[in-house]
T-cell receptor, first 113, second 114 residues
Framework: DGGITQSPKYLFRKEGQNVTLSCEQNLNHDAMYWYRQDPGQGLRLIYYSQIVNDFQKGDIAEGYSVSREKKESFPLTVTSAQKNPTAFYLC????????????FGPGTRLTVL | QQQVKQSPQSLIVQKGGISIINCAYENTAFDYFPWYQQFPGKGPALLIAIRPDVSEKKEGRFTISFNKSAKQFSLHIMDSQPGDSATYFCAAGEAGAGSYQLTFGKGTKLSVIP
């Protein structure tokens, strides 16, 4: 983490509600990623963005949306269409597009009640 | 389809012993192989990484061994310490159409007992 902040650390949501997770970075990195982590599973890619105002779907984008209006910010919205949203959400950055090394933030744990 | 297979799921090692975690892959387009360390409730931290032009990389007590022909790579932790107790993820990376992407193994929970 270091220059990557995610907030809040814990988030509770009622079924049917949308919720937005924050990811901010001061590393001046171009690329940003959102992953989902479930117990006993690896990390799965939700969305990624290589440059401002551009983003692409990852492997499990259904039920999620993102925006990239500023270089330092890449918020993730978990919509009511996401069938099983309870998970640990991780934001990552890489300094340039197509750079292999990714650095992770501290994560947000989302629980749907 | 699991592109990166990691084993074992869990590992218990005595303090001072060697911890070994293995990963295997199928996709020959992978060209970057990092290992991440994750403590409970925290984000993964990059531990060490290797590219396929070398067969081994060592950083302190951590060593990656890479076997390109077998499509396997492993993490060795020498002189394991209780502070090494964490979950370790291997990953493999490739450049896709829109970005450079990492594919992760499912993780190995390491417990180092005194």
């Amino acid at each position: 983490d270091g220059g990557i902040t995610q907030s809040p650390k814990y988030l509770f949501r009622k079924e049917g509600q949308n919720v937005t997770l924050s990811c901010e970075q001061n590393l001046n990195h171009d690329a940003m990623y959102w992953y989902r982590q479930d117990p006993g599973q690896g990390l799965r890619l939700i969305y990624y963005s290589q440059i401002v105002n551009d983003f692409q779907k990852g492997d499990i984008a259904e039920g999620y949306s993102v925006s990239r209006e500023k270089k330092e910010s890449f918020p993730l919205t978990v919509t009511s269409a996401q069938k099983n949203p309870t998970a640990f959400y991780l934001c990552a950055t890489a300094d340039r597009p197509f750079t292999d090394t990714q650095y992770f933030g501290p994560g947000t744990r989302l629980t749907v009640l | 389809q699991q592109q990166v297979k990691q084993s074992p799921q869990s590992l218990i090692v005595q303090k001072g012993g060697i911890s070994i975690i293995n990963c295997a892959y199928e996709n020959t387009a992978f060209d970057y192989f990092p290992w991440y360390q994750q403590f409970p409730g925290k984000g993964p931290a990059l531990l060490i990484a290797i590219r396929p032009d070398v067969s081994e990389k060592k950083e302190g007590r951590f060593t990656i061994s890479f076997n390109k022909s077998a499509k396997q790579f492993s993490l060795h932790i020498m002189d394991s310490q209780p502070g090494d107790s964490a979950t370790y993820f291997c990953a493999a990376g490739e450049a896709g159409a829109g970005s450079y992407q990492l594919t992760f193994g499912k993780g190995t929970k390491l417990s180092v007992i005194p």
